[in-house]
C-alpha cells in the first residue's frame, strides 16, 4: 500500500459527509430551521477528522517530507496552495461554529450565515480533494522511493494511533480549568 491510500480513503469518508451537508442545506431551504447539534457534530468531523486527522497528516508528515525535496516549481506551488486551503477551511469552519452559536442563542438571522458557511464547505472540499487525487498525490509519489513511502505510511498510522487519545486528552483539560 502507498501512502498517499489512507489519505484517499479517508478523502472518501469526508465526500460522505459532504453529501449529507449538502442534504441539510435542502432541509434548511425548505424548513427554514436548521438542528444545532447537527452543526454541532459537523463541526466536530471537519475539525477533528478533516483538519486534524487528515490535513494533520499531509501538514506533518506529507509536506513536512516534501519540503525536503527539491520540489518542481509546479508541485511546490501546489502545495502550498494547498496548504492556503486548509487555511480557508479552517475559516470557513470557525465561521460556522460563530453562526451556529448566535442561532443557538435565538438570532434567527444566523440561519443564513450557517447555510453559507455550510454551502462554502460544500463546494471547497470536493474541489479540494480533486487536486489532491488527481493530481499532487500522484506527483507527490515520484518524489519517495518504496522505502521512504513505507517509513511515511507507518507514520501514518502511528499518527492515528495517537490522535484518540490527543482528542480526549483536551476534553479533559478543558473541563479541568472551568
Known sequence: ???RAPLMTEHRLIERMIAIIKRTLSQIEKEEKVDPV????????IRIYADRIHHGK???????????????????RLMNELIEEHVIGRKITMELVNA???YRNGEETALAEIASNLTSLAAFYPKHIE?????FFPAAR???SEEQDHAMLNEFWEFDRKMIHEKYISVVEAYEIK
Open 38 to 45: 447537527f452543526i454541532d457534530t459537523t463541526v466536530d468531523f
Open 131 to 135: 487536486k489532491e487525487d488527481k493530481i
Open 142 to 144: 515520484g518524489y519517495f
Open 100 to 102: 451556529n452559536s448566535r
Open 1 to 3: 500500500m502507498q501512502a
Open 58 to 76: 499531509e501538514e506533518d508528515i506529507l509536506f513536512r517530507d516534501l519540503n525536503e525535496k527539491e520540489l518542481s516549481e509546479e508541485d511546490r
